[in-house]
């Protein structure tokens, strides 16, 4: 059974950090490019940060810098460590691995920053 499950998310003041994760089960890890995505209140889900299989990273603006996504292939396992969070991070994360044309998405973690 394919699974994706997102942990790490809470309720933290702005400027403080949280590190989210997710577990992949099910399926080939190693070969998926993993996103993280976000969603907030009345707003599209955006892409925050993604890897490739090769290591090659990419991040919103909005979060580069301060937004960190990484990957262990052995322990089925990617994080995005947020550091200097601001109220607008505010929104539920999900994480997604793809390999066209196939997605795999978990069920989202919320994630809320108090000013």
């Known amino acids: 059974q394919v699974q994706l499950v997102e942990s790490g998310g809470g309720l933290v003041q702005s400027g403080g950090s949280l590190r989210l994760s997710c577990a992949a089960s099910g399926f080939m890890f190693g070969i998926y490019t993993v996103r993280w995505y976000r969603q907030a209140p009345g707003k599209q889900r955006e892409l925050v940060a993604f890897m490739t299989t090769g290591g090659t990273t990419n991040y919103a603006a909005s979060v580069k810098g301060r937004f960190t996504i990484s990957r262990e292939n052995a322990k089925n396992t990617v994080w995005l460590q947020m550091n200097s969070l601001k109220p607008e991070d505010t929104a539920v994360y999900y994480c997604?691995?793809?390999?066209?044309?196939?997605?795999?998405w978990g069920q989202g973690t919320q994630v809320t920053v108090s000013p």
């Open positions: 997604n691995a793809n390999r066209d044309p196939i997605d795999y």
